[in-house]
């Protein structure tokens, strides 16, 4: 005959639209606009890396640019281009620091091994260092000859310079210096 039905309960499922843990990818068979919106949006560890690597490039601009002073002061004979790329440089060792404890803090999320991976991310960095003796004096010397202020001109180099660098560390310190 007729067996009576046992309910079985299953949880709810987990699928609250945003994909919040690299570990935990978004189910291809789910529907509905948030779970459309979860397949195409980047998953947390992208997300986190965006916000820090924002503050880290307002961070690294501003002391560059505040660096910009001291060195018009010691080499004012020198091309405004000169003068930015030398403080963008003197800034660096500071900035990289910043940013290395912000992406092992909140980004990618490692234990341990400080010295390890602050040299990975110098090197990571280090790769890029012919960037800023490229981008900067270009980027300068286009924004002065569009007429734009010096000091407007090299803030604007500066926000160049960051964009090119920002486009490969990504991915660099994903694969090695923070690689799990």
Same mark, same amino acid.
């Not at 007729?2 to 987990?14: F, G, R």
């Not at 405004?80 to 440089?89: G, K």
């Not at 990289?96 to 091994?113: E, S």
């Given at each position: 005959?007729?067996?009576?039905?046992?309910? /079985?309960?299953?949880? =709810?499922?987990?699928?609250?639209?945003?994909?919040?843990?690299?570990?935990?990818?978004?189910?291809?068979?789910?529907?509905?606009?948030?779970?459309?919106?979860?397949? /195409?949006?980047?998953?947390?560890?992208?997300?986190?890396?965006?916000?820090?690597?924002?503050?880290?490039?307002?961070?690294?601009?501003?002391?560059?640019?505040?660096?910009?002073?001291?060195?018009?002061?010691?080499?004012?004979?020198?091309?405004?281009?000169?003068?930015?790329?030398?403080?963008?440089?003197?800034?660096?060792?500071?900035?990289?620091?910043?940013?290395?404890?912000?992406?092992?803090?909140?980004?990618?999320?490692?234990?341990?091994?400080?010295?390890?991976?602050?040299?990975? /991310?110098?090197? /990571?960095?280090?790769?890029?260092?012919?960037?800023?003796?490229?981008?900067?004096?270009?980027?300068?010397?286009?924004?002065?000859?569009?007429?734009?202020?010096?000091?407007?001109?090299?803030?604007?180099?500066?926000?160049?310079?960051?964009?090119?660098?920002?486009?490969?560390?990504?991915? =660099?310190?994903?694969?090695?210096?923070?690689?799990?």
């Amino acid at each position: 005959m007729n067996e009576p039905k046992t309910l /079985v309960e299953t949880p =709810a499922p987990s699928d609250h639209g945003f994909h919040l843990s690299p570990s935990d990818p978004p189910d291809p068979q789910a529907h509905g606009l948030f779970a459309a919106l979860r397949r /195409v949006l980047p998953g947390a560890e992208v997300i986190r890396f965006l916000m820090v690597g924002g503050f880290n490039t307002v961070f690294s601009i501003a002391l560059a640019y505040v660096f910009i002073f001291p060195a018009e002061f010691f080499f004012p004979k020198l091309p405004r281009a000169a003068v930015t790329t030398i403080a963008n440089y003197a800034a660096l060792p500071i900035a990289i620091t910043v940013a290395f404890l912000a992406y092992k803090w909140f980004v990618f999320r490692t234990r341990g091994n400080y010295f390890k991976e602050w040299l990975k /991310v110098f090197a /990571v960095y280090g790769i890029s260092l012919p960037m800023p003796a490229i981008v900067i004096p270009v980027a300068t010397s286009l924004f002065l000859s569009l007429r734009f202020a010096p000091r407007l001109a090299s803030l604007l180099a500066l926000i160049a310079n960051s964009i090119c660098i920002a486009c490969y560390s990504y991915f =660099a310190h994903k694969k090695f210096s923070f690689k799990r």
